[in-house]
């Protein structure tokens, strides 16, 4: 019974320390890391776990058009081809091809493109594209934003 009672004080005294605080928060302070989406405990990231190669499409919005078809191909040797389409716009289709790179472990950037966003976040069979400043796009329109990977 005195054990019990000791396992019950104990239990109850750990609750009243997570007491506000998600799941995350607590893995993150019991491993004395920092929040950051981009830092995993055992040393994993996109570049180094996830098979970005591969074909990736989806449509972006568009100020001036219905929307800007887009496909990119990343190839083992770190080298890429855009198609991007001005839907809505006749005859208005660009393709590109460089080198990319990825930095913090999961920012995908396009060399050589200088006219526009170059960067993406890479996630579990996705793209997304991030703004000018390499921020994550926000609002209303954020979830357009996503290149999905052809299977």
């Known amino acids: 019974m005195l054990i019990t009672g000791a396992i ?6 750990q609750f ?6 998600t799941k995350e928060d607590s893995l993150h302070e019991s491993m004395d890391m920092p929040k950051d989406e981009n830092i ?38 770190s080298t ?12 208005q289709s660009f393709e590109e091809e460089g ?3 990825i930095s913090s472990g999961n920012i995908l950037t396009l060399e050589g493109i200088t006219d526009a966003s170059n960067k993406y976040f890479i996630g579990e069979n996705y793209l997304k594209h ?6 994550e796009i926000t609002g209303p329109l954020a979830d357009k934003y996503i290149l999905k990977k052809r299977m």
Not at 16 to 21: L, N, R
Not at 45 to 60: V, W
Request: one cysteine or more; charged letters at 20%.
């Open 8 to 13: 019950c004080l104990v239990a109850c005294n």
């Open 99 to 101: 080198d990319f790179t």
């Open 16 to 21: 009243s320390k997570t007491a506000g605080t």
């Open 130 to 135: 991030l703004d000018m400043q390499n921020n």
């Open 40 to 77: 995993l405990a055992d040393g994993h990231n996109a570049e180094n776990s996830l098979d970005y190669i591969g074909t990736y499409h989806g449509i972006l919005p568009c100020a001036s058009c219905e929307g800007i078809e887009t496909e990119i191909n990343l190839h083992r040797d």
């Open 80 to 91: 890429y081809v855009i198609k991007t389409t001005y839907l809505g716009k006749e005859g």
